[in-house]
């Protein structure tokens, strides 16, 4: 299926508002005019920001400039949005929260890739590290859950990660089953697909992310450059570094700790992502990432638990391990150096990149004596071919976006959902025709190869979180 033929999939006659139009809202924009039986003068960007405003107005879509805040959100959306229409929320520092308790109270559908609070919510000295965490924020966000779930859809993180993953994890797992000699239907309950992965041994999944892309012009000094969302990824840099918890490990990190309430899926450690790295491995090869806190390290982790919370008979690690581009690793190292205040300035690449990919997929570590990385392997040639203003990256992301977007039209009643709820093999369908090379590969590698001599070596042996190896 060639969605990139602009095969219509799905008519909405209700109004869509994006509120957020950076790198995923410019790159998204072309895909929904493409697949949507959408007017663009039903359309309407918000963004306070005018840098997309030309790129908005070119393909026929209203562009407001516009903040939204604390004290005036009600007031500006109010007029926008009725019973029917769409809120694609595309922002960085707006409250997912008050935005699901107003479309809630207006009957209007809403997508985000992340739950995010109003500014300076990271930060709250008044609050604690856990209070702060996407742990809180996703409990807080599902807190909003009516019973019996007839609610205007709301699709929390539907992004490339947290969202995609979540399917492609499931299609993994199944492809893992049919490697061993297994035959299973795929399960229909979430009960099922923990069953699934516990009986194949699966102990920990890495959202494992490898970027190679590269730009004509190298990072300079006070810059920080990355293929999607600076503020975005700076924001999740200097989080405190969160995973989901399994329960074949033997002990916390020295720096560890549970949350008080919740899922008990996850714990968080004392120190951003960006100042924890970890080994993975993508089919670039082996990769040392960062420990990047995302909300499908949370929610996976939790649905993939057997038994009750707080004591699981079966429940996998699932972290991100992220390695960004190049010049990304640098803008890191720098904001290290600068006590994570962030760069004077920042530059986006998109245009200027001259090779790489993105390689996007989940590893799974624990069933037998190899790895298995499933996901998509794009490549800039490929995304520029497929649509404009997007880079291997974003493409991945907006992919993922639009299928969401398509899903909740065709399932409007269905009340507050993750990812993990979704039916996996329909939203694939949707997103696989802009995510490259979709292939599953195996590898010899594990976190703990060649540990010794590098112990020996290199590292104290008194302190083995140097370089965090969480337990296959």
């Not at 709301?154 to 035959?183: E, F, M, W």
């Not at 670039?284 to 996976?300: A, C, D, N, R, V």
């Not at 803008?331 to 996007?360: F, T, V, Y």
């Amino acid at each position: 299926m060639a969605l990139h033929s602009r095969q219509l999939l799905q008519r909405f006659d209700g109004r869509l508002v994006m509120v957020g139009f950076g790198c995923i809202g410019q790159g998204v924009l072309p895909l929904l005019l493409r697949h949507l039986e959408l007017e663009p003068d039903r359309l309407l960007v918000l963004s306070p920001d005018p840098a997309g405003q030309v790129i908005a107005e070119a393909q026929g879509v209203r562009f407001l400039r516009m903040a939204l805040e604390p004290d005036n959100y009600r007031e500006q959306l109010d007029p926008l949005l009725g019973a029917g229409d769409f809120l694609l929320n595309l922002s960085v520092g707006v409250s997912t929260q008050a935005l699901l308790a107003f479309c809630r109270a207006r009957d209007v559908l809403y997508l985000d890739t992340c739950i995010e609070p109003w500014p300076g919510g990271y930060t709250d000295p008044r609050r604690t590290l856990s209070q702060r965490s996407n742990h809180a924020l996703r409990e807080a966000a599902l807190a909003l859950r009516r019973p019996g779930g007839d609610a205007p859809t709301a699709l929390l993180t539907h992004g490339a990660n947290p969202g995609l993953v979540s399917h492609l994890v499931k299609q993994a797992l199944l492809n893992l089953a049919a490697d061993s000699g297994q035959a299973p239907p795929a399960p229909a309950t979430r009960e099922g697909w923990a069953a699934l992965a516990a009986q194949l041994g699966v102990r920990c999944i890495h959202i494992a992310e490898r970027d190679t892309q590269q730009s004509s012009r190298r990072k300079v000094d006070d810059e920080f450059v990355n293929t999607w969302s600076i503020a975005g990824f700076i924001g999740e840099a200097c989080q405190p570094a969160e995973l989901g918890w399994g329960t074949h490990e033997k002990g916390l990190p020295p720096d560890g700790r549970h949350h008080e309430s919740g899922c008990q899926a996850a714990i968080y450690l004392r120190r951003p992502g960006a100042a924890t790295q970890v080994r993975s491995w993508t089919p670039s090869g082996p990769t040392l990432g960062y420990l990047i806190t995302h909300g499908e390290s949370i929610s996976m982790s939790d649905y993939f638990t057997l038994g009750p919370a707080s004591q699981p008979r079966y429940r996998p690690t699932v972290l991100y391990a992220y390695q960004p581009c190049d010049d990304a690793v640098l803008s890191l190292r720098e904001l290290a150096a600068r006590n994570w205040q962030p760069q004077r300035h920042g530059r986006l690449l998109l245009d200027d990149i001259i090779r790489g990919r993105d390689d996007l997929g989940l590893l799974l570590l624990g069933h037998g004596s190899q790895a298995y990385w499933f996901g998509s392997r794009l490549s800039i040639e490929q995304a520029r071919e497929l649509s404009p203003h997007n880079n291997a990256t974003s493409l991945q992301v907006t992919a993922a976006v639009l299928a969401g977007v398509v899903w909740v039209m065709r399932n409007p009643r269905r009340g507050i959902l993750e990812p993990d709820e979704l039916p996996y093999a329909e939203l694939l369908e949707l997103a696989r025709p802009y995510l490259g090379e979709v292939t599953g590969i195996y590898s010899n590698w594990n976190p703990l190869q060649g540990r010794e001599r590098l112990v020996a070596e290199v590292l104290d042996r008194d302190d083995p979180w140097q370089f965090v190896n969480f337990r296959a």
